[in-house]
């Protein structure tokens, strides 16, 4: 608790303190009410105090205003009759309860939002005449090489220029797992240096790293208000004056017209009033939503508003850019297919006879080997642009590259049939086989195809510019429902405009995409999901909601998130709407009294908030 949430608890002991001593005490008649004053205001001065300020600025129908003319008007009702003074009091008692349950579930709420904000770095450690100094990260400029010590976090995005370590990045992307990082690696800022020492090359100012992005995208998630949230401010804003309005008919009206007593329908009013605060909807709808991206934060998703939380709670069509969002994007050797030699031996010869070059397809196949060419073994090489490359391998010609170079060569080869680059190797002018490059799909790419369809997205479809038979293969592995391959850019934009067309009425199309070269697509989709890769900046820039991991299964999760928060809001609508409707019509003919008033009003707040708090908590798969 805070020390402001204890005072206020201090404040609730005292006065229910006092307010079972004036119960106690048997005195009757017309200064009773004195009894109850002190209980009374002690609870509830700064109700009325904030009422009297709210007014004086022409902010007249707000909760406040309600509370202090609903209990003010109970104590008065001494006039009339026994005065309702412990109702008074306990209306206010209960009221500031529900204002404490409030208070502890927004903080609880924005705790977990905060817990990303304890990635905000509060200095840079800078070496200078053989010294570290401690400065503010915003001081440090491009270029410059910072020292991040085990245990500290690193304040900016850069690349590793010394030293190794593992990086525990949860903070950022809900992973429990550390990443190991060597020299030439990058560093994203967030992240906990575990072990080693590491000087790094700062390769963003602060104000455009990946720390900053996130903290600006999460501080700024409030602003975005769902529908439910706009709808709930519109409904406050109307309703209050009406049921106030309301509440003075009720009191002035049947007396004049029907004659008789005033006390009755003055009481009559003023239970009305009490039941009519909107504290329910105005307090527990906002939470819900900021309870549902708390709930998304922890586990690496960050949603930038309420609104596309509850659009993704509608999406009915998933489409998916290809290379770095399914795939991994990075080549990898997919097969072996040796002739007259061993896989191993094509694998090694392969590897060697590429050792010289640069090509990703030459450093999948050195990675595949996995082992350094021992000097000597490789001369003469020579990089064949758009066929291959040409080396002498322990004393022998080997030559390796596509098809083209194999027919240039006279070499008769093997055509491949699995999916993927075919890097050929002849040796001496005989054929030896070929090896398949592919971009593998990601471990979870299969998992969360699968996953979505079980939470109700009717098509899923991948869009890429890569060839046909690379994308067909991609998705008959992944089981998506369309692909469409060879795609331009603006050929993804013309697409998803398509697909857009052929929805629902009510239904959403999200586009996932890895943000880098995706951002029109992103941004004409209803929600543009990207995947933010520990420091893709126009993924952060340009979607609605970024994965911090890169994991396509954590889509499913959110969408889990946005409908089990979309589900608490609607509940915690009917649930207060109609116990308020109830009670309103039982107060106004007589059949309600104060304590009923209570519970319709302060209760159905309290129950409303603590339903809230349950968009916190991850759904169940």
């Not at 001494?78 to 208070?103: H, I, K, R, T």
């Not at 909107?278 to 307090?283: E, M, N």
């Not at 590897?351 to 070059?357: D, F, K, N």
Request: hydrophobic share 45%.
């Amino acid at each position: 608790m805070t020390s402001k949430q204890k005072k206020m608890l201090l404040r609730i002991l005292i006065s229910a303190v006092l307010l079972v001593a004036a119960v106690l005490i048997p005195v009757e008649g017309p200064w009773r009410f004195l009894l109850f004053l002190p209980a009374y205001f002690t609870i509830g001065w700064d109700v009325l105090w904030k009422a009297v300020v709210n007014i004086s600025h022409g902010q007249v129908f707000d909760e406040n205003f309600l509370m202090a003319l609903a209990t003010v008007g109970a104590f008065c009702t001494g006039f009339f009759g026994d005065g309702e003074y412990p109702e008074a009091v306990f209306v206010m008692l209960f009221y500031q309860v529900g204002e404490l349950f409030q208070s502890y579930a927004v903080g609880k709420s924005r705790r977990s939002i905060a817990s990303l904000m304890d990635i905000r770095p509060n200095y840079a450690n800078i070496e200078r005449d053989g010294v570290l100094e401690q400065v503010d990260p915003e001081d440090i400029a491009v270029g410059d090489i910072i020292v991040i010590k085990p245990g500290e976090r690193a304040p900016l995005d850069g690349i590793v220029r010394e030293g190794s370590s593992a990086l525990d990045t949860a903070a950022l992307t809900g992973e429990s797992l550390p990443r190991e990082v060597g020299v030439g690696d990058a560093v994203t800022s967030g992240c906990v240096n575990m072990s080693g020492l590491l000087r790094v090359e700062v390769t963003k100012p602060f104000e455009e790293s990946t720390v900053s992005k996130i903290l600006d995208l999460v501080e700024n998630s409030s602003s975005k208000k769902a529908k439910a949230e706009n709808f709930i401010t519109k409904f406050a804003r109307y309703y209050t004056p009406i049921v106030v309005c309301s509440a003075v008919a009720l009191a002035v009206l049947p007396p004049l017209i029907l004659g008789g007593g005033w006390g009755d329908w003055v009481q009559r009013a003023l239970i009305f009033l009490v039941v009519s605060c909107p504290c329910a909807l105005v307090i527990s709808v906002p939470l819900s939503f900021f309870g549902g991206i708390g709930g998304a934060s922890k586990q690496g998703i960050l949603v930038k508003g309420g609104n596309y939380l509850e659009a993704l709670a509608q999406a009915e069509t998933m489409v998916f850019d290809k290379t770095g969002t399914l795939t991994q994007g990075i080549f990898r050797v997919a097969g072996t297919y040796p002739q007259g030699c061993t896989e191993a031996e094509l694998l090694e010869t392969a590897a060697l006879v590429e050792s010289y070059s640069d090509h990703p397809i030459s450093r999948s196949l050195k990675d595949a080997w996995g082992r350094d060419p021992e000097p000597g073994r490789v001369t003469e090489a020579e990089e064949l642009s758009g066929r291959g490359v040409r080396a002498k391998v322990d004393g022998k010609t080997v030559c390796a590259g596509n098809s083209k170079f194999m027919e240039e060569l006279g070499v008769e080869y093997a055509s491949c049939q699995q999916v993927g680059t075919a890097v050929h190797v002849a040796v001496d002018g005989q054929y030896a086989g070929c090896v398949v490059i592919a971009d593998q799909p990601k471990e979870d790419a299969a998992q969360a195809i699968r996953e979505l369809k079980a939470e109700g997205i009717r098509q899923t479809v991948m869009l890429t510019g890569d060839r046909k038979e690379v994308g067909e293969s991609v998705a008959k592995e992944l089981g998506l429902d369309a692909v469409y391959t060879q795609l331009l850019p603006a050929d993804k934009v013309e697409k998803v405009e398509e697909l857009l067309r052929g929805k629902s009425e009510k239904g959403k199309l999200a586009f996932v995409g890895d943000g880098i070269n995706d951002a029109p697509v992103l941004s004409r989709a209803d929600i543009g999901i990207a995947m933010g890769g520990l420091g893709s900046d126009a993924a952060i820039e340009a979607a609605d909601i970024v994965l911090m991991d890169d994991k396509p299964s954590k889509i499913a999760e959110a969408m889990r998130i946005s409908r089990r928060t979309l589900g608490i809001v609607r509940q915690n609508i009917v649930f207060a709407l109609a116990v308020k409707a109830a009670v309103l019509v039982l107060s106004a003919l007589g059949m309600s009294n104060m304590w009923e008033a209570v519970f319709a009003d302060v209760g159905v707040a309290v129950l409303a908030i603590l339903n809230a708090m349950r968009a916190l908590s991850l759904p169940k798969k």
